[in-house]
């Protein structure tokens, strides 16, 4: 019997609101089975004039299968490719990317990440004890620099879930008190994950005056450098 429900969804990239294509009652959901269903109604949805950007998903090992099965020959991971459809991407969503990233820091065994960031020379290193530093020197504070708790420097695996934990070290009063103590290839890891979120997780075409912030703007041009700084994240990911 089946105890879950598979949604597939299609969301316009500038124009109109998004809209369920199909709901299939699933029991054990295989990788060859969904990527059936997906090239079944990609073959529909081109068919009739439309043209695929992205497959989204979120990181289960099935998506993870399926996406790692379109990966086009001699490409980065997050290209795909499908007879008579030109190369699309393929992204998880900003939400598990960002849990992702955060849980892989921490369950690392030195809970110690070194990336090659955009703009720089090699593999900058960042320490999750910078982190947990702050929050012990100032856990007795009645004002802190920046909202750091227990629970978001030592989160449960189920904590793991919960993004608002996440974004009490990915922000930027974080960053800041990072920088004040000299702590500064831990805050540029944290700066940069902090931009890709705010690139990838934009809700609204007015966010960026709300918060007064250029990097939550709609993307309106190809010619957006942040485009170039996206491009840059995922080949430092692949």
Request: hydrophobic share 40%.
């Amino acid at each position: 019997h089946a105890r879950t429900m598979l949604a597939l969804m299609l969301k316009p990239l500038l124009v109109g609101k998004s809209f369920i294509v199909r709901l299939i009652p699933i029991y054990s959901l295989q990788p060859d089975f969904l990527r059936q269903i997906i090239e079944q109604i990609l073959s529909i949805f081109t068919r009739h004039g439309g043209k695929l950007g992205a497959l989204v998903c979120d990181n289960h090992m099935t998506n993870r299968r399926v996406f790692k099965s379109l990966n086009a020959p001699g490409c980065p991971p997050w290209i795909g490719t499908l007879p008579d459809i030109s190369e699309f991407i393929m992204l998880f969503d900003s939400v598990h990317l960002l849990k992702s990233i955060r849980n892989n820091w921490i369950t690392e065994g030195q809970q110690i990440i070194r990336l090659r960031l955009p703009n720089e020379d090699g593999p900058i290193e960042a320490k999750w004890s910078d982190v947990i530093e702050i929050y012990k020197d100032e856990s007795d504070l009645g004002v802190k620099s920046c909202p750091l708790t227990y629970s978001s420097c030592h989160p449960t695996p189920i904590e793991r879930q919960k993004v608002y934990l996440i974004l009490r070290v990915v922000n930027e009063k974080c960053v800041a008190e990072l920088k004040n103590r000299g702590k500064n290839s831990t805050a540029l890891v944290i700066d940069s994950i902090l931009k890709l979120w705010k690139c990838l997780n934009i809700k609204t075409p007015y966010a960026h005056m709300k918060f007064y912030d250029p990097n939550r703007k709609s993307f309106s041009s190809v010619h957006d450098d942040r485009l170039e700084f996206l491009t840059e994240m995922g080949n430092m990911f692949s």
